[in-house]
C-alpha cells in the first residue's frame, strides 16, 4: 500500500526562485535563506519520495477571478511552470502521477470533501519555489508531484479547520492506494506577510514562532485560528498558512519534529520551514 511519511512546511517566496535561477544564491544577503534548507535537501536524498502532494496557491498564473475553485486538484501527467512578475521559471517540467491524482479525488469525493479535477493546469512560484528549495536545480525533479491548489488569494478562503479535514481525507485516500509508494505531504506558503496597503511589509515573528511551535506543540490551536486573527496577526498573504493545516492533519497524532528554519527578511516576507516525520 502507499504510506504517507512526512510532512515539509516550506515559504514560496517568488525572489527565491529568481535568486536561484540568477545565480545569486552564495549573495550576503541570500546564503542564510538557502543554508536552511540544507539538512531537508540531504534528508531528501535519503527518504527519496516516491510522489509529493504538494499543497501550494495559484497566483492567477493559471486561474483567475473568472474561475476560483476552493480546492483544486491536478490530475494531468505533466505541469508546464509559469508565473507573473518574472515570468516562467527555466525550470524542469513537473510530472504528475494521475493515477493516484485521480484515486485521491474519487477518494476525497466520496469521502464528501468535492475536490476540483483539473486536468491541465499551469503551476506559478507557489509550487516551483517550494521544489527548487528542496531539490537545488536538477534536469528532471526527482519524484512525481501532485498539486494540490487552495484559494487564499480571494475571499473567502477555506477555514483552518477545513483545511486540517481535507488533510485527514487525503491521509486516508493515500492509505488505502494499492501500489507501494512512499508519499510526502508539502504544506507552502506563509509566514508572516502583506504585500499592499499600509501595513505593507509587515512581519510578526513571534506569531510565525508560536506558529511554528505549535504545529508540534498545540496543533488544535492552529486547528481553530480565525481569519481574522491571521490577518491582523499575519498580515493579508499570511492567510497562506492555513495551507500548512491540509498537510499537518495529513500525518495525524503522532509525529516528530525533524528540523525547523526560521529568518526574516527575505524579500516581503518570513521564511519558515519546518520538517515533519510520521511516526506511526
Ligand atoms: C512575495 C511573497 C509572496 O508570497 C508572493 O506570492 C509574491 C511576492 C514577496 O515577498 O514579495
Ligand atoms: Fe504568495
Not at 516516491?50 to 505533466?78: K, Q, R, W
Not at 485527514?168 to 512512499?182: F, G, K, M, T
Request: proline content about 7%; glycine content about 8%; some cysteine.
Amino acid at each position: 500500500m502507499a504510506r504517507l511519511t512526512a510532512g515539509i512546511a516550506a515559504s514560496h517566496i517568488p525572489a527565491i526562485g529568481a535568486a536561484v535561477d540568477n545565480g545569486k544564491t552564495a549573495e550576503p544577503y541570500w546564503a542564510p535563506v538557502f543554508a536552511g534548507f540544507d539538512w531537508t535537501k540531504a534528508w531528501l536524498k535519503a527518504e527519496k519520495p516516491d510522489v509529493v502532494i504538494l499543497v501550494y496557491n495559484d497566483h492567477a498564473s493559471a486561474f483567475s477571478l473568472e474561475m476560483i475553485p476552493t480546492f483544486a486538484i491536478g490530475c494531468a501527467d505533466s505541469f508546464q511552470p509559469a508565473d507573473e512578475g518574472w515570468g516562467p521559471r527555466p525550470v524542469p517540467v513537473v510530472e504528475g502521477h494521475a493515477d493516484l491524482a485521480w484515486h485521491i479525488a474519487q477518494s476525497c469525493i466520496l469521502d464528501e470533501f468535492d475536490l476540483t479535477i483539473v486536468n491541465k493546469m499551469d503551476v506559478d512560484h507557489g509550487l516551483t519555489v517550494p521544489l527548487t528549495l528542496m531539490f537545488g536545480q536538477p534536469a528532471a525533479w526527482p519524484c512525481k508531484v501532485i498539486p494540490l491548489a487552495v484559494n487564499v488569494v480571494q475571499y473567502p478562503p477555506p477555514t483552518g479547520n477545513r483545511c486540517w479535514r481535507l488533510g485527514e481525507a487525503i491521509a486516508r485516500a493515500v492509505e488505502s492506494y494499492p501500489e507501494d509508494l512512499n508519499v510526502q505531504i508539502w504544506g507552502t506558503g506563509g509566514m508572516s506577510h502583506q504585500l499592499q496597503g499600509p501595513r505593507a511589509g509587515l512581519i510578526n515573528k513571534t506569531f510565525d514562532n508560536e506558529f511554528l511551535d505549535d504545529l508540534t506543540a498545540d496543533p488544535e490551536r492552529l486547528r481553530t485560528m480565525q481569519h481574522i486573527e491571521y490577518l491582523r496577526e499575519a498580515g493579508s498573504e499570511g492567510i497562506e498558512l492555513v495551507m500548512w493545516l491540509i498537510m499537518r492533519g495529513a500525518l495525524g497524532a503522532d509525529i516528530r519534529e525533524l528540523h525547523r528554519f526560521y529568518r526574516v527578511p527575505a524579500s516581503n516576507t518570513a521564511v519558515g520551514h519546518m520538517v515533519l516525520e510520521k511516526t506511526s
